[in-house]
């Protein structure tokens, strides 16, 4: 891989570490403040609005802005913010509304270095080392998946919750530094034979690079229902991740650090799937493995709901086929709408899909607090396993199923 793809995915690697660590001090402090699902789930569905709101326009500017800079700035300001975090928890600030505004600030500019990302990692490979470079960011972000959390309980172990964002600050510091040995080669952006490049340097207005976007995305159909397929699953998705935490603390009891070693099943099944899914792709093709992706994370949403007259076990084996299907929907999905896309379009098209890929996830993720808080977690679990299952079955009879 050339050295600014290893640069790119050592940054990653930072970024992940401290992002794995957040997700889940985060919930927890909460927690702590509230004891309350309502205000947990609150605190998601804030981070969830900035990526559906603001998705389109960070994907205009960053086809507009230098790429590198830009990159910094997002990473930069997310140290800034966290340490902010930080200091509100020591010094027991327990107003609810600052940490929400500090939630949602931090998620605007986590999309916004996640959508040049994907705009970087297609500009720093070439298009047919896009799944094998998609693979080994999965891998490293599943790999990180296990390490985060184990991470996070030695932190539980020696100091309170606020550490773990404190370390989550001084990673993204350094990764601030990393990015500003990143090299690009602008012809790798913009082509001068092309008219999609010819538009980027006559600096369109907003809404017209917006539609010249919108046009290429909804012009290619099969691009078009892995987004609705997508923004489907997503709505499982997240409220399954949450409810995770919640059943973990609330019915089985796990303490923070038990939690911890816990959640990194996920990750274990991550790795296996990053390993694999190549390979698989290489053998059944894209839209099969996607599929079957969906219909194993369908199964592992399911299983919880047994409750807890097994233990633990359930729970495990749930996360871990929950990484495994969610590596290979995600993979797969990355690849494909990588390989679709033009360069100066990428971050356009990745803001489009980025908005309807969580159209319905706020929502659902809102109601669900009330649900867990009158219900429990396990008609969630039970909901979000037959929720997979139809959508599995759709994509049997769709195109999709057919993509190589």
């Not at 606020?162 to 370390?167: A, K, V, Y």
Request: hydrophobic share 50%; net charge positive; with cysteine.
């Amino acid at each position: 891989m050339p050295r600014s793809f290893t640069i790119l995915l050592s940054s990653i690697v930072l970024l992940s570490v401290g992002q794995k660590i957040y997700e889940l001090v985060l919930p927890l402090m909460i927690y702590e403040l509230t004891r309350s699902a309502v205000a947990m789930t609150t605190m998601r569905t804030v981070e969830l609005l900035p990526n559906f709101l603001f998705a389109i326009i960070i994907g205009v500017l960053v086809d507009r802005v230098n790429q590198k800079r830009w990159a910094l700035w997002m990473v930069g300001a997310q140290a800034i913010l966290l340490t902010a975090l930080v200091f509100l928890f020591k010094n027991a600030v327990s107003q609810l509304t600052m940490y929400y505004i500090i939630g949602f600030l931090l998620m605007t500019f986590n999309y916004g270095f996640f959508n040049v990302q994907v705009s970087l990692t297609k500009r720093t490979v070439s298009p047919d080392r896009l799944t094998q470079a998609n693979a080994r960011i999965s891998f490293v972000e599943t790999f990180v998946t296990i390490m985060g959390p184990a991470l996070s309980g030695v932190i539980f172990l020696i100091s309170d919750l606020s550490d773990g964002i404190l370390m989550t600050a001084i990673l993204f510091m350094v990764c601030t530094l990393l990015l500003t040995r990143l090299r690009l080669d602008s012809s790798d952006r913009t082509d001068a034979g092309s008219a999609g490049s010819q538009a980027i340097l006559k600096k369109n207005s907003f809404l017209q690079d917006i539609r010249e976007g919108w046009q290429a995305f909804a012009g290619n159909r099969l691009l078009f229902m892995m987004t609705m397929f997508v923004m489907l699953l997503n709505c499982s998705a997240t409220v399954v991740n949450i409810s995770i935490v919640f059943s973990a603390k609330d019915d089985y009891g796990l303490s923070s650090s038990a939690l911890a070693l816990t959640l990194s099943a996920s990750g274990l099944g991550g790795i296996v799937g990053s390993m694999l899914v190549s390979r698989l792709r290489t053998k059944y093709g894209l839209g099969k493995i996607y599929a079957l992706g969906n219909l194993l994370c369908g199964i592992s949403y399911a299983l919880p709901a047994v409750g807890t007259a097994f233990g633990v076990i359930p729970l495990v084996l749930s996360l871990f086929m929950f990484g495994l299907g969610s590596t290979a929907q995600a993979v797969m999905l990355y690849a494909f709408r990588q390989e679709q896309t033009p360069p100066h379009l990428m971050g356009r098209i990745a803001g489009i899909t980025g908005t309807l890929f969580r159209v319905g996830m706020p929502v659902v993720m809102y109601i669900s607090g009330f649900i867990i808080a009158q219900h429990g977690t396990a008609i969630i679990f039970v909901t979000a396993g037959v929720w997979n299952a139809c959508c599995f079955l759709l994509l049997l009879r769709s195109r999709l199923w057919r993509i190589r």
